[in-house]
């Protein structure tokens, strides 16, 4: 079974890593490999592909940037997947859909991109997802200003992308049974509390309390889980001991708290 993984990132890898794992064939497209959905055409690189899994992602604030990102790549994985007969498996994120997180223009984004891939595609598998272990690193890099990286007040209940990743690949290879799965880690913490333990080590964490309704419902929970998501994984502390490259010193520079 060929399955194309669009997308190339952190996900795309650990993705087409559990992929090869049950046997079939990943191929990563992304601009690293000389494919950008954006562009290119989709039919054509992707004709071979018996399940395309759409990882692809743009990181932005503004909801008309993310909408179009979003878009653009679902339409153009559905009109591909939809030619050949392939199933389209989309990674997504817990809670993207609700009103109050809507004010976060990423968000719209990915509610944008649900809804277009729920109109277009014939063979459609979403994994829905609370935010990864790595995204403590992410914020760090997203957010850094020098020798500071801001923290946004978060309230998450993150999980390991490899967790994540095997949903991800048991969606793609797996006769079809569910066209929605909701996946989270097995313990709630504040993104604080995560980014102090995860390197680059100089980086000094600054909380940030970033103003709005939208915001607010997010420092008080609504991004965590519905009691229906499947619980994978390990916790944090133990993903962090497993593989020391993503642990913090001890005594690093540390301004934030929870
Ligand atoms: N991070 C989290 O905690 C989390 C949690 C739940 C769900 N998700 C979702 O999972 C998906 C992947 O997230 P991520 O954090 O891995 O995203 P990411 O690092 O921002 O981007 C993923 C990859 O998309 C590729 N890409 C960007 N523009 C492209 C284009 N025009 N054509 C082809 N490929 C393109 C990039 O590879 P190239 O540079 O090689 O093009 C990039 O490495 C996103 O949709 C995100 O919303 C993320």
């Known amino acids: ?38 562009r290119d055409d989709a039919m054509l690189r992707l004709r071979d592909a018996d399940v395309i899994v759409e990882a692809t992602g743009r990181f932005t604030t503004s909801r008309s940037i993310a909408t179009r990102f979003f878009t653009q790549s679902t339409r153009a994985v559905a009109a591909a997947a939809n030619a050949v007969g392939a199933r389209h498996v989309l990674l997504s994120i817990v809670n993207c859909e609700r ?63 490899d967790a994540v990743a095997a949903v991800v690949a048991d969606a793609a290879v ?46 008080h929970g609504a991004l965590l889980p519905s009691q229906d998501a499947a619980i994978v994984g390990p916790t944090f502390s133990d993903w962090l001991a497993h593989d020391r490259t993503h642990a913090e010193a001890d005594g690093i520079g540390d301004a934030s708290s929870a």
């Open 1 to 38: 079974m060929k399955v194309a993984v669009v997308g190339g990132g952190l996900s795309g890898h650990a993705i087409a890593r559990a992929i090869a794992a049950r046997g079939a064939s990943p191929v990563l497209f992304s601009r690293s490999t000389g494919f950008d959905v954006t």
């Open 99 to 161: 009103a109050e997180v809507q004010g976060y223009g990423y968000f719209a984004g990915k509610r944008a991109q649900e809804e277009a891939a729920r109109d277009l595609s014939r063979d459609l598998a979403i994994v829905r997802t609370t935010q990864w272990f790595e995204f403590a690193g992410q914020t760090l890099e997203r957010m850094g200003l020098g020798p500071v990286g801001l923290v946004p007040r978060m309230l998450i209940q993150p999980v390991a992308l």
């Open 174 to 219: 797996e006769p079809k049974t569910v066209v929605q799965r909701e996946v989270a880690g097995p313990e709630i913490m504040t993104l604080a509390e995560m980014t102090r333990r995860v390197r680059p080590t100089k980086v000094v964490r600054i909380p940030l309390l970033l103003p709005g309704p939208t915001w607010r419902a997010i420092r």
